[in-house]
């Protein structure tokens, strides 16, 4: 544990900031995938009723996975900065006390969504229409949720135990497989929706098993402890809160903005915002991998007192975030064609709206990334109110408020700009609580 932990707190900043990105980069990437796939596989094999049924069950995924960050990311950054303080009884308790959480949780998840399955898909906008579609996916998605909390759960971990590059070649196989089996599953085999979600739920469980072998390598230093308590528990909860957000925000975005298009343009409007969303599903996973690679060097030099050290990869996490966002909304502004035709193969109306709707909506990755980079920041350095205050103007505050008034003046346009006007509104608030911590640190 001594020679990883050195490496952190006395390595070139630069070097170990480069060590952490592509892993995890290529992980966050990655997963992201496992959702392109059944989409792009669905819209071809299945057709945009598929893409639609499948869009309204986004919420429920980003669920899952987003308890997994959240006891993961939260306890695996006590871990990280009780490990830079030197107290490896306390990285026993953070670990153990994050993996009951995340088990008992995945557990419930999946019993619970079965037993509510009809009252949950009618709140998410299931019609008539697409009721077979998300009966066919939603269950075997929702079999899987222990699975999709493990697999989010374990990435941080592993990568915070100085094992970056075996988190990412386990997310990259898992992902591989999910694309494989997608295509069998939907082609050959004529599975359609339900083989879209078997492939899924396999690529995430190749995915653990891959993780769980870190326990058995010399590098591991992940213990259990044979006693932990409620503190250990609601600390790592809290401090994870941010991160399950972070993953929420896009299930939470997908229903509001499912249910004002629905009103304002009926189910060809939930048909782009499928293509829409998923598109910057790439650009998401980049951004949170960013910050993913910053997030264990921040919180082992925070909790070693080291803060300049903190700052210094602060800023250089920023720059590459905010050159992604730049790179990202060009390509959206230049090339929607091109993203609207990896889905599904358009109808003039789909194409219409959808060329609109992409050059809107891209443009929120000026700010998103800078967002998403500062709400890691601050949960790294123990400010998890400040952390929370960007997750939740992005995901539920701001966006609720511009996802319904925009519309009044703009049409279905001020749907697509409410991101972006979201995104924007955020990252002012985020610059004015980096003021304000450093005048109260």
Sequence with gaps: MGQNTGNLLEGPIKALYRKYLFPSIS???????????????????????????????????SLFFGTGMMFGVGGSVLFSISRGRKKEAMCRRYFTAAL????????????????????????????????????????????????????????????????PKRAM??????????????????????????????????????????????????????????????????VAAVNGASSFLVEMTSGIVVFLFNRQLLSYVGDLGVVVYGIVSNSALIASSIFNGISQAAQPVMAMNFGAGKHSRVED???????????AGVLFTAIGLFCPEMLVYAFVEPTEEIMAMGVTAVRIYFLSFLAAGSNVLFATYFQSVLKPG????????????????????????????GIWAAMTVTECATLLCAFLMLKRGRKTA
């Design 27 to 61: 992980a966050t990437l990655v997963t992201s995938i496992y959702i392109l796939a059944d989409t792009m596989m669905i819209g071809r094999g299945v057709g945009p009723v598929g893409i639609a049924a499948l869009n309204l069950l986004l919420p429920v995924f």
């Design 100 to 163: 009951f959480l995340a088990l008992s949780v995945g557990i419930i998840y999946g019993a619970g969504f079965l037993f509510f399955f009809d009252p949950v898909t009618k709140f998410l906008g299931r019609n008539e229409s697409m009721d077979l579609f998300v009966r066919q996916y939603g269950k075997i998605l929702i079999a899987g949720a222990p699975i999709f909390v493990c697999s989010s759960f374990f990435q941080a971990f592993v990568r915070n135990d100085s094992e």
């Design 169 to 234: 070649a386990a997310v990259i196989t898992g992902g591989v497989s999910n694309v494989i089996l997608d295509y069998v599953f939907i082609f050959p085999l004529d599975l359609g929706m339900a083989g879209a979600a078997a492939a899924t739920v396999i690529g995430s469980l190749i995915t653990v098993v891959i993780l769980l072998t870190h326990f058995v390598s010399p590098a591991n230093t992940l213990r259990l402890a044979r006693r932990f308590g409620f503190r250990e528990m609601r």
């Design 313 to 323: 990869t602060r800023r250089m996490a920023l720059k590459t975030a905010a050159a």
């Design 386 to 413: 400040f952390a929370m205050t960007i997750c939740m103007l992005r995901g539920i505050v701001l966006n609720a408020v511009f996802v319904f008034l925009l519309p009044m003046v703009f049409g279905v346009n």
